[in-house]
């Protein structure tokens, strides 16, 4: 009598596959974390360890414009770093004056963005649901035209013949033109202008999600409502405040688009500094070291962002 073969059916043999992917694949969770990860170390992480590179080079007539580090002579390898350039950075003036000058005008930037910005996200919050979608559409809206295209818009408003300074002299409060184009008062108008957005939408996430019954409960205890603002409002908006301001100050010490178009020539910015150094001047390794010690000044304001984004998170639990 003979033994019937065993068989396999498809469900089984998919089963049986599934489970030996499963162990050489990722799971979702971990594909979910890693994209971002990756997208991070592609086009961030991977450039950077690049320039910081080139920022020990030497300068060279040549494709690339600098030296290589490391070069083969007499069978051994001979490892070269300059660290020339930084050294300059800590000595020559002209450089301190310019991070300092780009620190000041993102500090007082982010300054008028919160104290513009503050107001507009109160009142958003405040408004009933249907008003709020409508206006958290007109903050948003300015991003849908290009950045570039909104910073010239920018060039005939604040010229001597434009049409701020024609307003103002229409309806009596000037006499002669203000001086606002090719000059720091038109960059910090371009900067709060671009970047007050940035300040409004998480300012508004932290304030419509405030529990109202708070206010209500110091009003019937007999607090005036500025004392309510004051030690209710404000402390518990104060992780929107951080966020916010984070978010204007660390991308406006970088910013090249607004003092090239808006400032003087005695406008002070590191991202001017570092397109004259990487373009006109073809100083690779300077302008990388420009950039290096950039990225150092800001890794204490990113370090606090990212302090309380996680702070956050773990109170929303």
């Not at 203000?178 to 038109?186: N, P």
């Not at 300012?203 to 007999?222: F, N, P, R």
């Not at 603002?229 to 518990?236: D, K, Q, S």
């Not at 916010?244 to 400032?263: C, D, N, R, T």
């Amino acid at each position: 009598m003979s033994t019937p073969l065993s068989t396999t059916t498809p469900a089984a043999s998919r089963g049986a596959l599934g489970r030996m992917l499963a162990r050489f694949l990722p799971s979702g969770r971990t594909t979910v974390i890693g994209v971002p990860f990756l997208w991070l170390a592609l086009f961030f992480a991977l450039p950077f360890v690049l320039v910081f590179k080139i920022s020990f080079a030497d300068q060279a007539m040549s494709i690339p414009p600098y030296s290589s580090l490391a070069e083969m002579k007499d069978g051994m390898v001979h490892l070269s770093l300059q660290l020339g350039h930084y050294v300059f950075l800590l000595q020559d003036s002209l450089y301190i004056a310019t991070y300092i000058s780009s620190l000041k005008m993102a500090a007082v930037s982010t300054f008028f963005c919160l104290l513009i910005g503050y107001p507009i996200a109160y009142y958003i919050a405040r408004s009933n649901p249907a008003t709020r979608n409508i206006l958290m559409m007109a903050v948003m809206l300015p991003f849908w035209t290009s950045f570039l295209i909104r910073v010239y818009a920018w060039i005939g408003i604040l010229k001597d013949d434009g049409l701020l300074n024609h307003a103002l002299i229409a309806i009596g409060l000037i006499h002669s033109p203000l001086r606002l184009y090719h000059s720091d008062a038109g960059v910090y108008i371009g900067m709060v202008y671009s970047y007050l957005p940035f300040m409004v939408m998480p300012l508004y996430a932290h304030l419509v999600k405030m529990d109202l019954t708070l206010l209500e409960a110091a009003y019937d205890l007999g607090a005036k409502p500025w004392v309510a603002f004051t030690r209710i409002t404000l402390p518990l908006s104060k992780n929107g405040i951080i966020a916010g301001s984070l978010l204007v100050f660390i991308p406006a010490v970088g910013e090249y688009v607004i003092p090239e178009l808006l400032g003087g020539a005695d406008t002070l910015m590191i991202g001017r500094v570092m397109w004259d150094e990487f373009f006109n001047n073809m100083d690779w390794p300077m302008a990388s070291a420009v950039t290096v010690a950039m990225v150092g000044l800001l890794l204490v304001p990113m370090a606090v962002f990212q302090y309380y984004q996680v702070k956050e998170l773990e109170e929303s639990k």
